[in-house]
C-alpha cells in the first residue's frame, strides 16, 4: 500500500468518525516534508466560537521515524489585542516508555493521539499559536498538529 494511498486513507477515516455534536472547533496543520522546523509556528483561529467553555486538545499525526518517546509543544493563548494570555509548555507522549509502541490510533506507521490539556483556555482567547519546543531545530515523523475544543 503507498504511502500516499495510507494517508487519504487515514484523513477520510478521521473525517467520518470525528463527525460529532460535541465539536466546537477542530483544525490540523500538515506538514508537507513530516517535518515540524522550528520556524514553524501553527496558528488556529478561535474568533468565531461564540464560547472556549470546553475542553482543549492537541492532536499530533505522527509516524514510526519519529526520534523521541514524547514532543513538548508550547501553547500560546493571545487575545484580539495581540496580548499573550496563557504560555504553557505541554508533553504530549508518543511511544509508550515501557514498551515503545505508538500511544494512539493508527494503522501502517501512522497515528494519531490526542492530549486533552488540563486547564481551560483564557476566556478572551482568540488566536491559539503552537510550536514544538524540543531540542532539535527540525523534528522528523510529525505529519500535522491540530487543535481541538469539545463541549463540557
Request: hydrophobic fraction near 40%; proline fraction near 4%.
Amino acid at each position: 500500500m503507498s504511502k500516499r494511498f495510507q494517508q487519504t486513507l487515514l484523513a477520510l477515516v478521521m473525517m467520518l468518525s470525528s463527525c460529532s455534536k460535541d465539536r466546537m472547533f477542530e483544525e490540523y496543520h500538515s506538514f508537507e516534508t513530516s517535518t515540524w522546523e522550528e520556524s514553524d509556528s501553527v496558528k488556529f483561529d478561535l474568533s468565531s466560537l461564540d464560547s472556549l467553555k470546553g475542553k482543549a486538545m492537541i492532536g499530533v499525526r505522527y509516524t514510526e521515524d519519529y526520534p523521541f518517546s514524547n514532543c513538548y509543544i508550547k501553547i500560546i493563548c493571545i487575545d484580539s489585542s495581540r496580548v499573550v494570555l496563557l504560555d504553557s509548555l505541554w508533553n504530549v507522549p508518543i511511544f509508550d516508555s515501557q514498551t515503545g509502541k505508538p500511544i494512539g490510533d493508527g494503522f501502517g506507521n501512522t497515528f494519531t493521539i490526542y492530549d486533552t490539556l488540563p486547564f481551560s483556555l483564557p476566556a478572551r482567547t482568540e488566536k491559539v499559536v503552537l510550536l514544538h519546543y524540543m531540542r532539535q531545530s527540525e523534528v522528523a515523523g510529525i505529519e500535522a498538529v491540530g487543535f481541538k475544543v469539545i463541549k463540557p
